[in-house]
């Protein structure tokens, strides 16, 4: 489960597009940052994606990814050209292949790491699609299967994908435009698979072109319904269009932060249904996580991005991170584990203490983090055109000054006693979330 939203030069309040991406996975399955440098690569060169190797081509780009750590491909990320692309699953009528293949994660970093523009990005998924098809099994601790949706964009264009199989559409799009987990394509198209239509003729899904409806046609509407992808994409919508021409990165951050209009929503509230910030709950139709988030200001010259690089939004501060520019050591890759060494999951004990009572400890510390993420975004709007030494420096410097907050944070919450009782299902499914992460205390 995901959102991503996009709103192109023509929304925003400086006329530069932002982009942005809640990665929503199961709550162990860390997330990873990465760099992976621009590379030659030998004639008949080949590349092991998640399941499948396949032929490398002869360049690739420089990209940053945010990642699940047991997928060799991404949810979401950038390339030095300064395409951006998240995912999301979208559940269809059409088969899922089981075998190998590739996930839509692969077809994500193939993409970045192959197209020099948005445009270009969607040529590269949708001839891998056609010759390799999409499967796989793209769960952490539990079986999940699925077909993919993609919003990329880059300076000066945006495109929407969505697949079904290996049938797919997509769209040209200005202004704000938010994908959730279920198909949003309808009747109109910029370009399509040549079977698109006459594949849900065929299974008698409509009757011809005058009636076809790709969500419609192809959603399997119960697996949709229940991932509550329509009410988090029409809420992302309206925050944003609520403020065309003005939209700006604290903007897109609070969208991705956002748990909807109710004031006594609370992470434990129900058995079903999800916000654009996800918290997981107990039962299959709460398993997921918001893991990782990101946004990105895409000046055709100096594109800045964010991101979290630990889980949970509301907990997390958005950190600048430039393509050209060194990430800061975050320690090593994270696993499914607890492991102190590792960025992300030290981020778990501060996220996961203020879980036991989410609105008094969140309000402890969301002021000083609202105050220190706008500085960082500020100062790193403003510095984007710095050379490359003085923003790797400002990068380390976010990094720490994070980290030292969230220490701050974390021993305020533990001093805050728990002044309500969790709902027992929602207790019991976080006790063995953390009992399967082996997570201290």
């Not at 939203?5 to 400086?14: G, H, K, S």
């Not at 697996?223 to 065309?244: K, P």
Request: glycine share 8%.
């Amino acid at each position: 489960m995901c959102d991503t939203v996009v709103a192109t030069r023509e929304a925003t309040a400086d006329g530069v597009a932002v982009f942005g991406k809640n990665s929503d996975r199961e709550p162990n399955e860390a997330h990873h940052l990465l760099y992976i440098p621009a590379a030659e690569h030998p004639a008949g060169a080949r590349v092991q994606c998640t399941y499948l190797d396949i032929p490398q081509v002869e360049r690739t780009y420089a990209v940053l990814l945010a990642k699940p750590f047991w997928i060799w491909g991404a949810e979401m990320g950038a390339n030095e050209h300064g395409v951006v692309i998240g995912n999301e699953a979208v559940f269809t009528r059409v088969p899922y292949e089981k075998g190998r293949a590739l996930i839509g994660m692969d077809l994500l970093r193939l993409a970045l790491e192959r197209a020099a523009t948005a445009r270009e990005a969607v040529t590269v998924i949708t001839d891998l699609l056609a010759e390799y098809g999409q499967g796989g099994n793209c769960g952490f601790a539990h079986e999940f299967y699925y077909h993919n949706s993609f919003l990329i964009a880059d300076p000066q264009d945006a495109w929407v994908l969505e697949t079904a199989g290996r049938e797919w559409a997509a769209k040209q799009v200005r202004g704000v435009y938010a994908i959730s987990n279920g198909l949003t394509l309808t009747s109109e198209w910029d370009l399509a698979s040549p079977g698109l239509v006459d594949y849900a003729v065929e299974r008698g899904w409509c009757k011809g072109r005058d009636d076809f409806n790709f969500a419609r046609c192809y959603s399997d509407h119960l697996y949709t319904r229940f991932s509550d992808c329509a009410s988090r994409c029409a809420r992302t919508t309206e925050l944003l269009q609520a403020q065309a021409g003005r939209i700006d990165v604290p903007a897109v951050i609070a969208a991705l932060r956002d748990h909807g209009r109710d004031p006594a929503w609370r992470p434990d509230s129900g058995l079903i249904g999800a916000k654009v910030c996800m918290h997981a709950g107990f039962g299959p139709v709460r398993g997921h996580q918001t893991t990782g988030s990101m946004v990105s200001h895409l000046h055709p010259e100096h594109p800045t991005h964010f991101f979290t690089a630990t889980a949970a939004p509301c907990t997390s501060l958005f950190k600048p991170v430039w393509i050209d520019a060194a990430l800061p050591d975050t320690g090593p890759a994270p696993a499914g584990r607890y492991d102190e060494a590792s960025l992300f999951w030290r981020h778990e004990a501060l996220h996961r203490a203020v879980l036991r009572d989410f609105d008094l400890r969140l309000s402890t510390f969301a002021e000083e983090r609202d105050e220190l993420e706008r500085e960082f975004v500020q100062q790193a709007l403003e510095m984007a055109h710095c050379p490359v030494e003085e923003r790797e420096a400002f990068v380390q410097e976010c990094f720490e000054r994070a980290e030292s907050a969230e220490r701050r944070w974390l021993e305020r919450v533990q001093a805050q006693p728990a002044g309500r009782r969790l709902n027992w299902l929602y207790e019991r499914a976080w006790e063995g979330f953390n009992r399967q992460a082996g997570m201290p205390g």
